[in-house]
């Protein structure tokens, strides 16, 4: 039962802006969109959560629709070390598990 | 700070065998994860523990056993291991409070069974 749809693949080119979208049209009043991403074979990193304000970090901005039904994942300067699969998950604030789906895979091209 | 340490990094069992992967962490965090990846999936948890001396099931727990007996580690059992476990294992911990809930994931075991 997915509660987020993302696309399979997507490719960027070293230096611009990568935009991640993610559908999460279920979404319920108490849960948060997290984003992690997975460099290969590494463990999965965090890069940032919402509840329903825009979101600013070191790694990432995170824009989240008023009705909270989709989200996108902003790397403003993309490079290759950001080559990985993005998941985007929904997560109740009482939720101990995360929910990977496929995720994205997005790759960054010289 | 280390963050999430996991012990071994590798591992190749015979069907039947049992090891114990043990998972450490420095960050003071009240909760604790066990996820199993398998090639080409998303992470599926095993087992997770939101405290010192206590251990629950999540959505795979068949044919593991876990247990937390000091605050900063989780150890996760395979007391008869199957071809069926041959997986990528990573260890998360994370605060209790819902807004910072993030998870610190390790870097994985890589365990095979023949």
């Known amino acids: 039962d997915a509660k987020t749809t993302q696309p399979t693949s997507m490719d960027c080119a070293e230096g611009r802006a990568a935009n991640l979208p993610c559908n999460h049209s279920?979404?319920?009043?108490?849960?948060?969109v997290y984003w992690y991403r997975q460099i290969h074979s590494q463990g999965p990193q965090y890069i940032i959560h919402?509840?329903?304000n825009n979101e600013t970090n070191e790694m990432a901005s995170l824009i989240i629709t008023e009705d909270r039904k989709s989200s996108t994942l902003i790397l403003p300067h993309a490079t290759l070390r950001d080559t990985a699969v993005y998941y985007c998950?929904?997560?109740?604030?009482?939720?101990?598990?995360?929910?990977f789906g496929a995720g994205t895979t997005v790759t960054v091209r010289a | 700070n280390a963050g999430v340490t996991q012990t071994p990094k590798f591992r190749v069992l015979k069907t039947g065998q049992s090891m114990t992967l043990l998972c450490a962490q420095d960050?003071?965090?009240?909760?604790m994860y066990w996820y199993r990846q398998d090639p080409g999936m998303g992470l599926r948890l095993i087992h997770y523990?939101?405290?010192?001396?206590?251990?629950a099931k999540g959505e795979v727990p068949d044919g593991y056993n876990v247990s937390r007996l000091k605050k900063q580690n989780f150890l996760l059992g395979l007391e008869s291991a199957a071809p069926s476990q041959t997986s990528v294992y990573f260890c998360?911990?994370?605060?209790?409070?819902?807004?910072?809930?993030?998870?610190?994931f390790g870097p994985g075991t890589r365990l095979t069974v023949l």
């Open positions: 998950i929904v997560r109740g604030s009482n939720d101990y598990k995360l929910s």
């Open positions: 523990s939101v405290g010192e001396g206590t251990t």
């Open positions: 998360a911990s994370s605060y209790s409070a819902p807004t910072r809930a993030e998870q610190f």
């Open positions: 919402g509840l329903k």
């Open positions: 960050m003071n965090h009240e909760y």
């Open positions: 279920t979404i319920s009043g108490n849960e948060y």
